[in-house]
């Protein structure tokens, strides 16, 4: 411990105290975005509407994954999740796409754009992107509940 006129100094315990709070409150959703939306409402909200994507037959999750989105600024905006599916072989494009516009919820706008399906509820957007098909066997799933304002208005 470092010494200042013989006394112990008590910033390094202060600082190590702030740094357990700021990752306690990340681990649990308590940082919050440009709109003050906390992480885990975020996430909470996300799967709310993953719940409402219907899955392909036979695709299979590989990957879920949480990524940070942000404004101009660099501020941070808020938080989109992304479920990567495995198909087999003999899946094409259009057929994912197909089976997206034919049996998603019609209470969502779509947008067919060939290999990413968008649909658009509200704030809230859905992409179901197949851009690596044909070299990975997978597609995306995109999903943010608060992405849309007037300004990205994809649907």
């Not at 470092?2 to 702030?18: D, E, Q, R, V």
């Not at 709109?35 to 999750?61: C, H, I, M, W």
């Not at 179901?128 to 208005?153: C, G, M, P, Q």
């Amino acid at each position: 411990m470092s010494a200042y006129n013989g006394k112990p100094i008590a910033w390094k315990s202060s600082l190590c105290g702030l740094l357990l709070a700021f990752i306690f409150a990340v681990a649990c959703g308590g940082t919050s975005t440009t709109s003050g939306t906390s992480k885990g409402d975020y996430d909470r909200a996300n799967l709310e509407r993953l719940e409402q994507v219907p899955l392909f037959p036979g695709a299979v999750e590989v990957i879920r994954e949480v990524e940070p989105s942000f404004d101009e600024r660099r501020s941070l905006e808020g938080y989109g999740l992304r479920v990567t599916y495995r198909v087999d072989g003999a899946t094409s494009v259009e057929t994912i796409a197909k089976f997206y516009l034919d049996n998603m919820d019609k209470t969502w706008q779509s947008r067919d754009g060939g290999r990413l399906v968008l649909f658009c509820k509200d704030e809230s957007f859905i992409g179901i992107d197949a851009t690596y098909l044909a070299s990975d066997r997978t597609y995306n799933v995109f999903v943010d509940y608060k992405y849309l304002d007037d300004e990205k208005r994809l649907c």
